[in-house]
């Protein structure tokens, strides 16, 4: 760890979902360990009671709560964090976060008072664009951070600052100001972004937070620049420079042993070398039922080995028991059981000690990208099913300008058929007549590779994304340094 800073302390805040704070917590602790700062990381009190203990016993990084009544909000009670939104309450959720605007100011003028001096820079979360106000009215430099991948992020950002898109006359058109990017289709738009027009709720709520990211200081990005250049010249394109690809960001987290891990790394260690499908569609996403009942009937149809993380299709609670003689075709569970050919985990499997081990070959994947950069710091190629928001355009990405990925199919109202799932998974785990798989599976061992290269800290050796952090950080103190030569 970096010889302590105590002087120069960094204020980091997620907004309260799981995927933006676990990132968040992740990159608290590496700026923690490389550079030595104070870290003060901000959430709502329930967050904050939950991550403690998440942090490894060395870190001295500060927990603060910011106080929450949902209740206040039209929510149920404790109600801090979207996985405990049901999805008709989930905008009042998102509305009710501005309410944390003055308890935030009030927190950094304390902070200030406290030490005497504010804090060296915000970085915050783009669903929070508001804090850029709070940092500019007391003079405290801002970024935001975005655990995603650029280019992603650059198409939802752009489709949501350019609407409407539900036109009658075409099925796919451009973004005009992100030409670099092939047309986008309608069906990789989510509902609700199709029908936004401007002037309904979420539209106002989101241009305005998205807009405000644009007047930071900063964006920071979880990717490599090699992965991600279109998206980063987008990004730079709008604030002028001043954006730094810094993943891939390597948990620190403390992670209890799950009961499943043990049991899917000796279901692995059984198999041969790069045969295993990995089946995933992340912690909070699922597929319908017939679509579910589709691809396992490509999984029997295939012949390959498999590993699928299974949870009740849309409709039902995500939480609850599994019923395969229900939503699986008759007897399936058994046959592949009995033949050592598939492992159904329900609910949570080791997704890196999966991802990481011999036997896997590809990963069907909703295109989270969290999920996207385990799977290629692994030199794992991806099977593209992407649900919702930014994962359609990972997907892309993946796909058309990485060469990494195929897309399978896209959202959960498709209709797709077991043959065509079944051709995709052999396209990519198979050597056929024109080598696309060896290729994906080449391209996706090449990635591997450059984003170990991009982390890398060596004496006389620092990886891109090692450089951007330092840059980053070189900004911010020069910041501090005209400020305080300002007399400010």
């Known amino acids: 760890m970096a010889k302590r800073r105590e002087a120069e302390n960094v204020v980091i805040f997620p907004f309260m979902a799981q995927g933006h704070i676990l990132p968040f917590l992740s990159l608290a602790l590496h700026i923690e360990e490389r550079f030595g700062f104070t870290v003060t990381f901000v959430n709502t009190p329930l967050n904050i009671k939950t991550l403690k203990p998440s942090l490894p016993p060395h870190s001295t990084i500060n927990l603060v709560s910011l106080p929450f009544s949902s209740s206040d909000h039209g929510l149920p009670p404790n109600t801090e964090n979207t ?30 008072q406290l030490h005497g001096y504010p804090p060296i820079c915000i970085i915050s979360d783009m669903f929070f664009g508001w804090t850029v106000d709070v940092a500019a009215d007391l003079g405290i430099p801002h970024a935001i951070f975005n655990a995603g991948g650029a280019y992603g992020m650059a198409v939802y950002f752009s489709l949501w600052l350019n609407l409407p898109h539900l036109r ?24 609700f972004l ?10 106002i709520f989101l241009q305005e937070q998205l807009s405000l990211s644009f007047k930071s200081d900063a964006l920071l990005f979880n990717s490599v620049e090699a992965l991600d250049q279109t998206g980063s010249k987008y990004f730079r394109r709008k604030l002028g ?13 403390k992670q209890e042993k799950g009961r499943n891990q043990d049991f899917c790394v000796e279901w692995l260690n059984n198999h041969e070398p790069c045969s295993v499908l990995y089946i995933s569609f992340g912690s909070q996403s699922t597929i319908s039922a017939s679509q579910m009942m589709q691809l396992a009937m490509a999984l029997e149809a295939s012949g390959k080995n498999f590993i699928w993380v299974v949870r009740p299709p849309i409709g039902y609670d995500m939480n609850s028991e599994f019923k395969a003689e229900e939503w699986l075709p008759e007897g399936f569970e058994d046959r592949m059981r009995k033949i050592n050919r598939g492992l159904l985990v329900r609910k949570w499997a080791p997704q890196m000690e999966i991802l990481s081990h011999r036997s896997t070959c590809a990963f069907l994947s909703h295109c989270g990208w969290n999920s996207v950069m ?35 199919a896209r959202g959960t109202s498709c209709e797709i058929s077991h043959e065509h799932i079944r051709e995709e998974i052999e396209l990519v785990m198979c050597d056929g007549e024109n080598n696309r798989g060896k290729e994906i599976r080449r391209r996706a061992c090449e990635f591997k590779d450059i984003l170990l290269d991009a982390i890398r800290d060596e004496e006389g050796y620092r990886g891109p994304s090692v450089k951007a952090m330092d840059e980053f950080f070189d900004m911010v103190l020069s910041m501090k340094t005209k400020t305080k030569s300002l007399g400010l």
């Open 241 to 253: 420079g001043r954006v730094w690809t810094i993943g891939p960001i390597r948990t620190k987290l």
């Open 83 to 112: 996985h405990l939104v049901s999805h008709p309450l989930i905008f009042r959720f998102f509305h009710a976060t501005l309410s944390l605007k003055p308890s935030f100011h009030n927190l950094l003028s304390h902070l200030t």
């Open 194 to 203: 199709l029908g936004a027009d401007g002037t309904d709720d979420w539209s």
């Open 168 to 191: 009658s006359n075409s099925t796919e058109f451009s973004l005009p100001d992100f030409p670099e990017v092939s047309n986008i289709h309608l069906t990789q738009i989510s509902p």
């Open 374 to 408: 385990e799977s290629l710091s692994h030199g794992v190629p991806i099977i593209g099913w992407p649900l919702d928001a930014e994962q359609f355009y990972n997907s892309k990405l993946l796909e058309e300008e990485v060469g990494v990925c195929v897309e399978v």
